[in-house]
């Protein structure tokens, strides 16, 4: 993707506040100078099996990317792709999925767009609104900051298991409950606190960190004995069940990731691709007592921001 957005000419807008210079969750646009949009879409395959099921995993994934901000999510559109001989009933109970977990969130879905697909793609474009000067971007990370992460990670595994036919219930269950679970809380719990933030979704854990290294100027270290792994994913992985995002991800930056002296099994669970995965919170040591009297749920700290090896990200055990 950074190839192909390098034929592009730059931008030049002074109200567009956040744009593709960070690789961020969301773009953010400035209206007034009390009020900004903060704009993102995200469109993926089913995941499960049940589509009322996956239409909360969707809202709730693509909403994520606001709270990511520090915005608070509004308005957002459908976008589907759909065999056109498909069930009727299936749409519907996917967008009835969909809209019931954005009126949680507090969203309205007003319309979207529909296309013939062979395969269905559901995803929403949502837009939500932040102070121009309270945005929490992956760029603003600072040496001695800590990062805590909010949901465990593993997720991507437990459904390629799924996928191919594996009886993986008891490891499924508690992943759906997860990936319907909004950020909300959490993006709530570091405003004013926060000096960054991203959602682990498609490039993973070490993928995100890695653009937030890269976007800040700074490094990262994690400790894998640290970061919270979804019950089953790493015996699923020992199992002989690949999961496609971590080839992907591993292709594409595990040339800008210290990994020696690692369980490399392990780490590879960090490479897999999230859906609807936490935040990581980055935010100086002493704020954390704070976030965690805000935050009631677990969030670990898992790592930490360096002022050495600007642009990488070191796993350590």
């Known amino acids: 993707m950074a190839q192909a957005l390098a034929f592009l000419p730059e931008i030049k807008?002074?109200?567009?506040?956040?744009?593709?210079?960070t690789a961020d969750d969301a773009g953010v646009y400035k209206l007034t100078d009390d009020l900004a949009l903060v704009y993102t879409v995200d469109v993926f395959a089913p995941i499960v099996d049940d589509p009322?099921?996956?239409?909360?995993?969707?809202?709730?994934?693509?909403?994520?990317d606001?709270?990511?901000?520090?915005?608070?999510?509004?308005?957002?559109?459908?976008?589907?792709?759909?065999?056109?001989k498909g069930e009727p009933k299936m749409l519907g109970e996917m967008l009835k999925g969909a809209?019931?977990?954005?009126?949680?969130?507090?969203?309205?879905?007003?319309?979207?767009?529909?296309?013939?697909?062979?395969?269905?793609?559901?995803?929403?474009?949502?837009i939500g609104y932040i102070n121009p000067n309270k945005i929490i971007t992956n760029a603003g990370a600072k040496p001695d900051d800590?990062?805590?992460?909010?949901?465990?990670?593993?997720v991507g595994i437990i459904?390629?298991?799924?996928?191919?036919?594996?009886?993986?219930?008891?490891?499924?269950?508690?992943?759906?409950?997860?990936?319907?679970?909004?950020?909300?809380?959490?993006?709530?719990a570091m405003r004013?606190?926060?000096?960054?933030?991203t959602d682990i979704t498609g490039y993973g854990l070490a993928g995100h960190l890695l653009e937030m290294a890269q976007a800040s100027k700074v490094g990262i270290e994690i400790s894998l004995s640290k970061i919270p792994f979804h019950n089953g994913a790493l015996d699923i992985l020992k199992s002989g069940i690949a999961e496609p995002g971590i080839g992907m991800n591993l292709g594409s930056f595990a040339d800008r990731v210290d990994k020696q002296g690692v369980d490399e099994t392990k780490a590879m669970l960090v490479f897999g691709s999230e859906t609807s995965g936490g935040l990581a919170i980055v935010l100086p040591e002493n704020k954390l007592e704070a976030f965690r009297k805000k935050y009631k749920l677990s969030a670990p700290v898992i790592g930490r921001i360096t002022k050495e090896n600007k642009g990488w990200l070191r796993i350590i055990p």
């Open 13 to 21: 807008d002074e109200n567009l506040l956040v744009g593709l210079n």
């Open 52 to 64: 009322y099921t996956f239409g909360m995993i969707v809202a709730a994934n693509s909403i994520s």
């Open 66 to 84: 606001v709270y990511a901000m520090g915005g608070d999510p509004k308005l957002a559109l459908n976008v589907v792709g759909f065999p056109g």
């Open 99 to 126: 809209q019931d977990k954005a009126k949680q969130a507090g969203v309205t879905i007003c319309g979207g767009h529909t296309f013939v697909s062979d395969e269905i793609k559901y995803g929403l474009s949502v």
């Open 146 to 154: 800590v990062i805590v992460l909010t949901k465990p990670i593993g």
């Open 159 to 188: 459904v390629q298991a799924q996928l191919l036919g594996k009886k993986v219930d008891e490891y499924l269950t508690p992943a759906i409950e997860s990936m319907t679970t909004l950020n909300r809380d959490a993006s709530l």
């Open 192 to 197: 004013g606190l926060a000096d960054a933030a």
